[in-house]
């Protein structure tokens, strides 16, 4: 017997976290989320040095790689990506770095509405919670996720900063802020030694509600539709994906 859901959201990776918090926060309605790889009690995870090993490892690393192609001298290169709650959000090396607000208006102007550095804006502020001096105009202070300056120092990255200078590269102390022109240190999503993912930051504290239920070890191998509509998923379950389970949307 297929188990009911309202929503079912494959996949707990950087996306599927948020919605699974956001869309729970209904009462009324019942959320599935299901993610292929384990849970993220990998101790690697949390540290945030240990990127050096997730980078790496298989059992929560889809390890994809590229096509070899005459660009890259015939060589595949390493795409990292999550497989584990949080998704890459949870192995990458946690830099910040939203880009370029012309990139977003470029996107507005070729006539995708509401994807303008002016229409996305507040939802960057809405997710972050900026430590450290800023310019509120343009960063968050309240959001799950933190975001501080990386704390490490060295004599050498501080002449290379002067260095630039002098060549007309600014140091830009806050490149999510106004403009992102310029050279600095680095700001990381990890706060007091701990890794933020976005299972930390948005899953793992609404996890008591009883209307989320969350299913690792759960691949989802293929997705039925009826009228047009996707309505159900079939999912290869457990750690060797043996078992074999149909999840329905109501």
Known sequence: MAEEYDYIIVGAGSAGC???????????VTVCLLEAGPPDRNPFIHIPAGFIKTLVDPRINWMFTTEPSEHTGGRSIPV?????????????????????????????????????????????KRTESRVGEADDTFRGREGPVKVENIPY???????????????????????????????????RTAYRGRRVSTATAYLHPVSY???LSVVTNAQ????????????SVEVMRGRTQGETSVFRAR
């Not at 120092?153 to 260095?163: F, Q």
Request: glycine fraction near 14%; charged fraction near 25%; hydrophobic fraction near 30%.
């Open 18 to 28: 948020i919605l699974a918090n956001r869309l729970s926060a209904e009462r009324d």
């Open 80 to 124: 990292p990506r999550g497989k584990t709650l949080g998704g890459s959000s949870a192995i990458n090396g946690h830099i910040y770095n939203r880009g370029q607000p012309d990139d977003f208006n470029g996107w507005a102007q070729l006539g995708n509405r509401g994807w303008g550095y002016a229409d996305v804006l507040p939802y960057f």
């Open 153 to 187: 120092r060295h004599p050498l990255c501080d002449r290379l900063i002067e260095g630039a200078a002098e060549l007309g590269i600014p140091h830009n102390p806050d490149y999510n802020g106004a403009i992102q022109e310029g050279i600095s240190y680095v700001q």
């Open 209 to 211: 509600r009883k209307n």
């Open 220 to 231: 989802v191998k293929r997705i039925m539709l009826k009228d047009g509509r996707a309505n």
